[in-house]
């Protein structure tokens, strides 16, 4: 977690804001509005959740007392996607001169389910011109305080979800919670929002949880040979299996959709292996099917945006032997920034059987030689690609 110190009156959200559900989203929003001088209370059904996000420094509990004593003017919801619709309906009820926000992965379940509610006379519909729907595109696989960091928005998209009858002031403030925490925030319809979503997150999560699931009975001898490739497309799947359960059917349609897609590739690909299987590698149709499939996922990935969501750049690599001990990895990026290298990304894979790791820099081309023969000079083992 990032250590950083409150500085006052430098965020355009005005406070004291509400954080509904204190986990990995609701933590990591209250450190970095209270790092930024705003109020923040803090709200959780768990007293343990919201015990540890306070400690963390996220925010002040109603159960100590002196709490700011004005009303909230935002409140943001951020409980798992199930029933959001219904702490959403009830902290607008509860605070009615608040702007109420949620930042759940899907958007159109829970419009219809608070639409439902003013249909059936739960709540106004001046109510709900309050409410502004959100997503912010950050996250990381672990959930909880514990994992909640002030910078989990930085430089990250953030969805700003709109419904027909939104106040535009209550969108403006949505906007500018946004930018408060670092993000570019951007505007869509739920449903657009929704689709564009399964295709870029519910699925990337279900195929990584697949394929992870293979491993399940694997041979000890066939994990030993994990490799990065592995460990780069299974990450998300140590995410939390209720969170996504309930993000997966709140948006069955398009994840469905996206799904038979990617099983209709699989079954061409299934069957020209089959055929190569039984009649040998050389099968008419065989290298086709096989390469194409990979050569469509490099003109989908070259798609894929860059850091800070900008256009993707193609960096240099340069692969580092470092020997797996205390403070190693420290030197030597205390070398690379002697050498006036920045590193753009970083990847480490451990060697399963020695006490070493092959730290991969991605650094700008131009710098790769300058950095390659520094790094040869000062003792350190670079592989050569
Ligand atoms: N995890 C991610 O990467 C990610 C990214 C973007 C958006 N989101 C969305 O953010 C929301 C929160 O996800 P998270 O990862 O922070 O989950 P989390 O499990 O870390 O935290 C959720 C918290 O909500 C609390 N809670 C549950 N029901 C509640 C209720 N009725 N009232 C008050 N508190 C309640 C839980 O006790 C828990 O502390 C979800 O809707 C999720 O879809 C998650
Ligand atoms: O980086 C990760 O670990 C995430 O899964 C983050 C991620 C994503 O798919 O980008 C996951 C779900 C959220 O709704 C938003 C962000």
Do not use: C
Request: without cysteine.
């Amino acid at each position: 977690m990032t250590e950083r110190t409150a500085t006052t009156g430098t965020l355009s959200t005005a406070g004291p804001v509400l954080v509904i559900g204190s986990g990995l989203l609701g933590t990591s929003a209250g450190l970095a509005l209270s790092i930024g001088g705003v109020p923040v209370h803090l709200q959780d059904t768990s007293p343990s959740a919201r015990a540890l996000a306070r400690d963390l420094g996220a925010g002040a509990l109603l159960d100590d007392g002196g709490l700011e004593t004005r009303a909230p003017q935002l409140v943001v919801v951020a409980v798992p996607p199930d029933v959001t619709s219904d702490v959403v309906a009830q902290a607008l009820r509860d605070h009615p001169d608040a702007v109420v926000t949620d930042v759940a992965s899907v958007k159109a379940v829970i419009l219809a389910e608070l639409t439902a509610k003013v249909d059936a006379g739960g709540l106004t519909a001046a109510d709900l011109a309050r409410y502004v729907g959100s997503h912010p595109m950050a996250g990381r696989e672990r959930s909880g305080a514990a994992a909640a960091d002030a910078d989990l928005f930085s430089s990250r998209p953030w969805v700003v979800v709109p419904h027909a009858g939104s106040a535009p002031g209550a969108v403006a403030r949505v906007r500018a919670l946004a930018i408060d925490l670092g993000s570019v925030p951007l505007q869509m319809g739920a449903q657009e929002h929704d689709d564009a979503v399964a295709l870029v997150s519910h699925v990337p999560q279900v195929l990584s949880s697949l394929v992870a699931a293979r491993l399940v009975e694997a041979d000890d001898g066939a994990l030993a040979l994990a490799g990065q490739g592995l460990r780069d497309v299974t990450r998300i799947a140590a995410s939390d299996p209720r969170l996504w359960a309930a993000i997966l059917v709140g948006n069955a349609g398009p994840v469905r959709d996206q799904l038979r897609l990617v099983s209709e590739d699989l079954a061409t690909l299934v069957h020209a292996l089959d055929a190569a299987a039984q009649q040998g590698p050389l099968t008419p149709g065989a290298m086709a099917a096989a390469s194409d499939t990979v050569r469509r996922g490099n003109a989908g990935v070259s798609r894929v945006p860059g850091k800070h969501g900008g256009a993707r750049r193609s960096y240099a690599e340069v692969t580092v032997l470092v020997p797996d001990s205390e403070g190693q990895l420290g030197r030597l990026f205390a070398t690379v920034g002697d050498l006036g290298v920045n590193i753009e990304d970083v990847t480490m894979e451990h060697a399963t059987q020695h006490r070493v790791g092959m730290t991969t820099l991605s650094v700008v081309p131009e710098a790769a030689d300058r950095l390659t023969e520094g790094l040869d000079a000062r003792g350190w083992r670079v592989v050569q690609a």
